[in-house]
């Protein structure tokens, strides 16, 4: 069944655009304020923060939610895997009551300063010319292109990245801290002067999350790094469980310029989604969940079977 277009339209006026009318930016949504991060530019649109869906009873923010979608025709909401059960659960009890598929539910396998970036990336680009579905699919496609970890004081309950016994049996040894990436490529070394993480082959921006750990190591993986800048930010409240330890410090490097995401996003091949009709990149419909049909060669004719005389 097709889904109807989005409601939320602005029409232009007489000496406008050809086009005669302006899409209303899809809204991205967090589910905590320590994951919208600052505007990067004065075109980012502000974060929708989804608040204590878990806490406040359903006639509460199911309404909420339905005024959202009516507002901005489409809604994605961007959260990590740190992200609590019975916050998920609300999410998708919430969505099967609206019978919409006009929500999407976007959990990239980030930590969560990863995520809160993305998420930004994702309302740096809402202000572009995107359709709601190739906004929402191009967060799979930035996720390649984010680099994340963080500096550890402790890897024994870290299980999100490879941890060998060796490793395990030095984060026993007081004042022993390790450089961790999750993303794209699990790496861990001892965060000591000289070692360092294979880092992005492209200029990007350096986000720095503080918790409870202090470390110099930082300091050459900027370096190393050759980062065109470095900001420091809070550290979500979801990290600690992400990482298995509060002692971290979180790193993240990123695209930052709107002009270079918007020119990755829009040099991929769009195509319509079989299901629910949105413009989508990749294999992938966020909203609906759809991938592509199998596509099953026509069988030759028989002639064509047959052996030559």
């Known amino acids: ?89 609300r999410l998708y009890t919430l969505r099967a009551l609206l019978e919409s598929d006009r929500v999407a539910l976007f959990r990239p396998e980030l930590p969560p300063l990863g995520v809160a970036v993305l998420a930004r990336q994702l309302r740096q680009l809402a202000s572009c010319d995107l359709s709601p579905g190739v906004l929402a699919s191009a967060g799979r496609l930035l996720t390649h292109y984010v680099h994340a970890g963080a500096v550890l004081g402790s890897v024994a309950r870290l299980d999100r990245v490879p941890v060998d016994l060796k490793a395990h049996a030095k984060s026993w040894l007081p004042g022993t801290q390790f450089a961790v990436a999750a993303h794209p490529e699990p790496q861990l070394v001892k965060a000591v002067p000289g070692a360092a993480l294979k880092g992005p082959e492209f200029g990007t921006w350096l986000l720095l999350a503080k918790g409870r750990l202090q470390s110099d190591w930082t300091a050459s993986l900027i370096n190393s790094w050759g980062t065109q800048g470095m900001r420091e930010v809070p550290l979500p409240a979801e990290s600690a469980d992400w990482w298995g330890t509060e002692r971290l410090i979180e790193f993240c490097a990123h695209l930052a310029d709107l002009s270079v995401l918007y020119q ?31 596509h099953h060669p026509p069988e030759p004719r028989a002639l064509e079977r047959r052996a030559p005389a």
């Open 264 to 294: 990755l996003v829009t040099s991929v091949r769009q195509s319509v989604c079989h299901w629910c009709g949105v413009d989508v990149i990749g294999d992938l419909c966020v909203f609906c969940s759809a991938t592509p049909p199998a």
């Open 1 to 89: 069944m097709k889904s109807s277009r989005p409601r939320g339209v602005i029409t232009r006026g007489a000496g406008d655009a050809k086009s005669g009318e302006l899409r209303v930016p899809t809204a991205i949504a967090v589910t905590s304020a320590d994951l919208a991060l600052p505007a990067q530019d004065e075109r980012t649109m502000p974060a929708v923060v989804l608040r204590d869906l878990d806490r406040r009873p359903l006639d509460q923010t199911l309404p909420e939610l339905q005024s959202l979608i009516e507002q901005f025709g489409h809604l994605v909401v961007v959260c990590s895997q740190a992200t609590p059960q019975p916050v998920l659960r």
